[in-house]
């Protein structure tokens, strides 16, 4: 904990501050929070599995709104996909749009290997695939680890394979091979970014030269008999792979981690940590709020939001265009506007959690500390300031007032030192567009890695701060 007497504000404890009822309330989400982190863990399967469990509560599909011009309505439940790659959804409120929603924007996506186009390579008798990794990673934690394979790829004949493979009991896993200590002089006196290097990082996916087991089959190579193997149970060649997304990732589950079970372990919290909160948030919301609440979950965060579907595309902006012109047909442009600026945004991303491992990077009166809530960054970014929004003192007071009023534990939290790093988020993207934005997310113990740390009581905590805040 940081030493108390320096801080302006009261630090509190998440765990605390919770009822006996509220803990068991908050294990309970985290065990839901937990199966989420198994059923999705690229973007692709986050929008799949999301929007199951929208529909599952009477939400309906905004594409149908528009395609029949269907006007909304306040109490209208709705969500829109991106090319299965991001989602919105809203609960539509009593005001007029143009006043200003009420939105929690998240990211979906992750860092991981994504195989390249032409992946396949053999050597040393075994078959590989070439990857190229995606967002920041430290490589040398994704060797001599159990690896899945998930994705799509788009066949020739159109048809769509969907790949998951490494998740279910008896499922094969995938691997990248790390030397061994006794042959790695060289390799450790070397700095940890060129410990392993990118072209390195080859995932082995066969070893038996005849797949078939049968003595007189031809002398062919092993990589020949691993598209054997593809073609047979996937119909696949092997140019199909320059239409598809193979994305490499842990296999490992997630799950509860120390004896009392008070923090959650799992691959990809950043940033489903905060985009099942805020979905879940959305969810629960038990009366017609009078703002329309959003749930923004955008894809491309950890490649700088680019693309059509990251956050710096204009699809946002599109939803609510379409909102507003749903709501009443003579709104165009201005309205979309004026929605823009009415609206306030909670860029709901991780940030740095104090790591009693390092402590050197950290500056401990203005850090997050794992369990004490749900953590606020006025600005992000690094060196000074670069890439943040700096949300406004009236912002940052107001969102505070109305944590404090719902008795919701939160605490300030700057991504490490000064001059030790820094990180941005989506937050300068809805800046741009006009938006009040602030930071506001779930304090992360090894963020970036295969297996990322959360505390339950901030997980649950971030929830219902999403929930206060889309309730208005
Ligand atoms: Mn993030
Ligand atoms: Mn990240």
């Not at 605490?411 to 988020?425: I, N, R, S």
């Not at 809805?430 to 505390?455: F, K, N, Q």
Request: glycine residues 10%; proline residues 4%.
């Amino acid at each position: 904990m940081a030493d108390r007497k320096s801080l302006s504000y009261e630090l509190k404890n998440g765990w605390k501050e919770m009822s006996s009822e509220t803990r068991v309330d908050a294990m309970s989400f985290c065990k839901d929070y937990i199966q989420f982190l198994n059923d999705a863990k690229t973007e692709r399967e986050s929008v799949s599995v999301m929007v199951a469990m929208l529909k599952e509560k009477g939400f309906a599909d905004f594409a149908t709104y528009i395609a029949e011009g269907k006007m909304v309505k306040p109490g209208d439940k709705i969500y829109w996909i991106n090319r299965d790659k991001a989602l919105i959804a809203a609960v539509v409120g009593n005001q007029d749009p143009t006043l200003g929603m009420n939105m929690v924007g998240a990211h979906i996506d992750a860092p991981r290997l994504d195989f390249k186009p032409n992946p396949l390579c053999e050597d040393g008798g075994f078959v590989m695939a070439k990857t190229h990794y995606y967002g920041g990673i430290k490589k040398y934690q994704w060797v001599a680890v159990p690896l899945a394979l998930h994705g799509v790829i788009l066949r020739k004949d159109g048809t769509k394979l969907e790949v998951r493979i490494g998740e279910n009991p008896g499922d094969p896993v995938f691997y990248i091979s790390d030397l061994l200590p006794h042959l790695a002089g060289d390799q450790m006196g070397g700095s940890a970014s060129k410990v392993v290097s990118g072209e390195q990082l080859k995932v082995v996916l066969g070893s038996i030269p005849d797949v078939k087991g049968e003595e007189d089959e031809e002398k062919v190579s092993l990589k020949e008999n691993l598209l054997t193997l593809l073609h047979e149970q996937y119909g696949l060649t092997e140019s199909d792979f320059l239409r598809g997304e193979i994305e490499v990732v842990p296999a490992f589950q997630a799950g509860d981690v120390g004896l009392d079970r008070g923090l959650v372990g799992g691959y990809g919290q950043d940033d489903r940590v905060c985009s099942y909160t805020g979905l879940r948030a959305l969810l629960d919301l038990e009366a017609v709020p009078e703002k329309t609440a959003v749930c923004y979950l955008s894809d491309k965060e950890e490649i700088g939001s680019v693309g059509n579907t990251g956050a710096r595309a204009n699809w946002l902006e599109n939803f609510v265009l379409e909102l507003c012109h749903a709501w009443d047909p003579a709104y165009e442009m201005v309205a979309l506007r004026r929605s823009l600026s009415n609206t306030c945004f909670l860029s709901a991303d991780v940030t740095a959690a104090f790591d009693p491992c390092y402590p050197e990077v950290f500056e401990k009166g203005n850090s997050a500390f794992a369990g004490s809530g749900v953590a606020i960054a006025k600005y992000t970014g690094s060196r000074g300031k670069s890439g943040a929004s700096d949300a406004s003192a009236e912002l940052v007071a107001s969102i505070t007032n109305l944590f404090d009023g719902e008795n919701i534990p939160w605490q300030v939290a700057e991504l490490g030192k000064v001059d030790a790093g820094g990180g941005g988020t989506i937050a300068q993207f809805m800046t741009d567009i006009g938006m009040d934005v602030l930071d506001c997310g779930v304090p992360v113990i090894s963020m970036h890695s295969p297996y990322e740390v959360t505390s339950k009581a901030d997980v649950y905590w971030t929830y219902r701060a999403y929930r206060a805040f889309m309730k208005g």
